[in-house]
């Protein structure tokens, strides 16, 4: 009976445990251990068989975070939350014992469904006899007088109903649990905001550095699911750019697939979410959010059910004005709901999460037309290598029997017609052998294997291909080269680089004028420079020089004949022999090409 129990060990046991609880030392524990001790507590010494605290969540609701005396009932109670209206009920309904509140079962009666656990037993006969559907429990106030929670006992030991002595003991608890409650709250959400604002801290740092949407979701998903504590989470980006996939990640890596009419849902939600700059709970707790359509809130909330979703947070992501995705936090039934601070803390993320979804979404877009230009080039790479290759073959044929023409007899005019079609045949030679060597250049898939090439051999082979015309126009040649520059390289396609620098040199001369040629040489690299003082290349025509086709907008260079591959083909190569070109030039007074490839 508690009626027995001794003043000196009812204080010992009182004092039991509050100390530590509301010392430092309790600072490592969870709200749940603490109170628990104080639950152990009322039953142990205020005599009862049953004691259950519950808390104020966010939500309006209450719910039992510690249970002692009877494992049934722990079972059956942990974690159960009732909205605050259902207390106000029984407060209406109860009889007041100072700051106890007693329910009589006769006042119970078409209650009983509401009452969570009713212990089963016969009560005693005694006018004063404790009855299974009798309730007693205090309302945990704070300093305004706010309901923080509620105290709630059972079958008192000896199964009266508790008389003054037993009650007064019990207030006792009731003063120190509302202080403890208090403080445990306050450390609660003290403790939460923490763990959220570092939770925050890290999907920034993590979600910043992440090119692609996917590479965005892979990141960040479990640095939000843990921040969060969610179950699951539905990242997803409007244009559907990337992954961004109709679907709801589990931390099992489950992919659930969201119904179109549910998606849809969400972007209009999340919409409007981003222009309020507010989240959305979606939770049979909770009322649907303005602006949604209730018979879409059911629906959903039927769907969640049927994933196994018990509450879930829509955050809209973006940047500035613009909402760009959503991010769906969700959780599974029995664990608890969102909080205000949860709620604040998406907010918090969902513009740094928006920046990095515009970050990846641009870098898709750069990506695409990236690929695009890719796709081209390889179709025009394959035309010009089909094309060049179809010539061929006719314009050998063609050649051939021009060759077999020469020591025909023919009349002065038929020679001078056949010495035309020649000309223009080996014109189309020139052409065919360039596209030819342009594709051949550009291949990825034909790497250059070095050989030591004698840079001075190529060039005064290629001083000698143009001698005849150097020396009908008047110019003068000068080759100024060091001892040994020997490239790492391929001799044909060096040749060919040497001989395209060296005869533009003397095309684009004026008469009388002269080319000079300097080879050189350092620790890990050769050059070659070829200056001229000739027509020289305007700053515009420069930035153009190297692309295929490209031709001089200098009329007087214009008159000279040519197809505008050379220099594509010149710098393909100085690409595939990782070297380096650049021009010096200014128009009308000449150009320097100067080409610098890694040593032998
Ligand atoms: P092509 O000589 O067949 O026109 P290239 O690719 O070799 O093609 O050269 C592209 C253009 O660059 C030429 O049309 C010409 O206008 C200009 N160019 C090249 N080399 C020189 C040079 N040494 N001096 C002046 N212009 C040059």
Redesign the pocket.
């Known amino acids: 009976m508690p009626e027995n129990i001794e003043e000196t060990d009812e204080d010992a046991a009182f004092l039991h445990g509050f100390d530590r609880i509301l010392s430092g030392a309790w600072s490592a524990q969870l709200l749940a251990d603490s109170l628990r001790v104080l639950a152990d507590g009322v039953c142990e010494v205020a005599g009862f068989g049953v004691a259950a605290l519950s808390v104020l969540r966010d939500a309006g609701h209450l719910e039992i975070v510690a249970v002692a005396g009877n494992s049934e009932a722990e079972r059956e109670l942990l974690g159960l939350t009732r909205p605050i209206s259902e207390l106000e009920k029984d407060i209406a309904d109860s009889v007041a014992w100072g700051t106890l509140r007693f329910v009589p079962h006769e006042y119970v009666l078409g209650r009983e469904d509401d009452m969570g656990w009713v212990p089963t037993f016969t009560p005693l006969e005694h006018e004063d006899a404790w009855h299974p559907l009798d309730m007693l429990f205090a309302p945990l106030l704070d300093e305004d007088g706010e309901v923080r929670g509620v105290l709630t006992v059972d079958l008192p030991v000896g199964g009266l109903r508790p008389g003054p002595r037993q009650q007064s003991l019990l207030r006792r608890y009731v003063d120190v649990s509302s202080r403890v409650v208090g403080a445990l709250l306050e450390r609660e959400r003290a403790a939460e905001e923490l763990r959220l604002a570092a939770a925050a801290r890290n999907i920034v740092r993590v979600a910043s550095g992440q090119l692609s949407l996917d590479q965005l979701i892979e990141a960040s998903q479990p640095e939000i699911i843990d921040g969060f504590r969610a179950e699951g989470m539905w990242l997803h980006a409007f244009d559907n750019f990337g992954r961004g996939a109709d679907a709801i990640y589990s931390t099992d890596d489950r992919e659930v697939v969201l119904p179109p009419e549910l998606v849809d849902a969400a972007h209009s939600a999340a919409r409007a979410a981003w222009a309020a700059q507010r989240v959305i709970v979606i939770s049979r707790e909770r009322p649907a959010a303005t602006g949604i359509d209730p018979a879409v809130f059911e629906s959903t909330l039927r769907y969640f059910e049927s994933i196994n979703v018990a509450t879930a947070l829509l955050v809209s992501l973006g940047a500035g004005e613009e909402c760009l995705g959503l991010l769906v936090l969700v959780r599974n039934p029995g664990s608890r709901e969102w909080r205000r601070s949860d709620a604040r803390w998406a907010r918090e993320i969902s513009q740094d999460l928006g920046r990095a979804m515009f970050n990846a979404r641009t870098f898709e877009r750069e990506r695409k037309v990236l690929e695009e230009v890719r796709a081209l080039d390889s179709y025009k790479s394959r035309l010009i290598a089909t094309v060049s290759h179809e010539l061929r073959t006719p314009l050998t044929g063609i050649l051939g029997y021009l060759e077999l023409l020469e020591d025909a007899q023919v009349g002065p005019d038929t020679r001078r017609q056949l010495n035309v079609v020649e000309r223009n045949a080996r014109r189309l030679e020139g052409l065919v052998v360039d596209l030819l060597t342009l594709s051949r250049v550009g291949d990825p898939a034909r790497p250059v294997s070095p050989l030591p090439v004698d840079l001075r051999t190529l060039v005064a082979s290629a001083v000698e291909l143009v001698g005849l015309e150097a020396a009908r126009r008047n110019l003068r040649i000068d080759v100024v080269a060091q001892e040994h520059v020997v490239a790492a390289g391929e001799s044909a396609e060096l040749d060919r680089l040497c001989s395209?620098?060296v005869s533009?040199?003397v095309?684009?001369?004026h008469d009388g004028g002269s080319v000079r040629i300097t080879l050189g040489a350092d620790a890990d690299s050769v050059t070659l420079a070829?200056s001229?003082d000739?027509?020289?290349?305007s700053e515009a025509?420069q930035a153009n020089?190297?692309g295929e086709f490209?031709?001089?907008t200098?009329p007087e260079?214009?008159a000279?004949?040519?197809?505008?591959?050379?220099?594509?083909?010149?710098q393909r190569i100085v690409q595939r022999h990782r070297g380096r070109i650049e021009v010096d030039?200014v128009l009308g007074e000449?150009?320097t090409?100067t080409v610098t490839l890694p040593r032998a």
């Open positions: 395209n620098l533009n040199a095309k684009y001369s070829v001229d000739g027509l020289g290349i025509d020089l190297f490209f031709r001089s200098n260079a214009l000279q004949p040519g197809t505008g591959l050379g220099l594509a083909i010149v030039s000449g150009s090409f």
